[in-house]
């Protein structure tokens, strides 16, 4: 089955700081998504991304399907911000998608 | 839009008990919801999927018999943990996929945290 490594692990910014969180896949996969789990547990979507860039705001991703990984930028960071950001990947849009270990992002003031 | 909800948010129980957690996809119909587990400060891991009127399927080491899930409608699924023990006590997080309406994003309910004493 599909492994997904996420990296780095942990981080820790200032507010306003630039930051980049990058996925690889074991095998390429049709079906991408990152996601921000708050405080509270909730995840949130942020990017259904297999292929190529989309940007929301202070926050983009780019993913590179033939090179198995994907990126997920975050521009002047703010304290809500913090939490842990996942990606998960799966063979299709209709198959179970799998979790990366996720990165835990901390933003002090 | 693509709102799913859980309920309850949170569960205390005895040893021995069983709990059951709904998940219910409010303002779209989903044929496919999954069921994940979440230990503290770890990622979430697939148990298992939730497939409207047919059988789940199950992640490889979840027993089926204890963890029982039915998708009795387009827009309800059921987990119901089955003679609960501490070891079980854990974050469950449901997610439905809007595909009838040609989405191909799972979207989350909020969790239910259930602690079995």
Redesign the interface.
Not at chain 2, 42 to 46: A, D, F, I, P
Not at chain 2, 104 to 108: K, P, R
């Given at each position: 089955g599909i492994q997904v490594e996420q990296s780095p692990p942990d981080l820790i910014l200032q507010e306003g700081a630039n930051s980049t969180l990058r996925c690889n896949f074991s095998d390429s996969v049709n079906n991408l998504q990152w996601f921000h789990q708050n405080p509270w547990g909730q995840l949130i979507n942020l990017f259904y991304i297999p292929s190529g860039t989309k940007q929301n705001g202070r926050l983009s991703a780019t993913t590179v399907a033939t090179e198995r990984y994907s990126l997920l930028y975050i521009s002047s960071s703010q304290t809500t911000d913090s939490g842990v950001y996942f990606c998960a990947g799966g063979y299709s849009s209709a198959s179970k998608i799998i979790f990366g270990s996720g990165t835990r992002l901390s933003i002090r003031p | 839009g693509a709102v799913v909800s859980q309920h309850p948010s949170w569960v205390i129980c005895k040893s021995g008990t069983s709990v059951k957690i709904e998940c219910r996809s409010l303002d779209f119909q989903a044929t496919?919801m999954?069921w994940?587990r979440?230990f503290p400060k770890?990622?979430?891991?697939?148990m298992a999927?939730s497939n409207e009127g047919s059988k789940a399927t199950y992640e490889q080491g979840v027993e089926k018999d204890k963890f029982l899930i039915n998708h009795a409608s387009l827009t309800l699924s059921t987990l119901t943990v089955t003679s609960a023990h501490p070891e079980d006590s854990s974050?469950y997080?449901c997610?439905a996929r809007e595909?009838l309406a040609g989405g191909?994003?799972?979207?989350?309910g909020?969790?239910t945290?259930l602690t079995v004493l």
């Open positions: - | 496919t999954f994940y979440q770890q990622s979430l891991m697939l999927t974050f997080i997610s595909e191909n994003t799972q979207y989350f909020p969790g945290r």
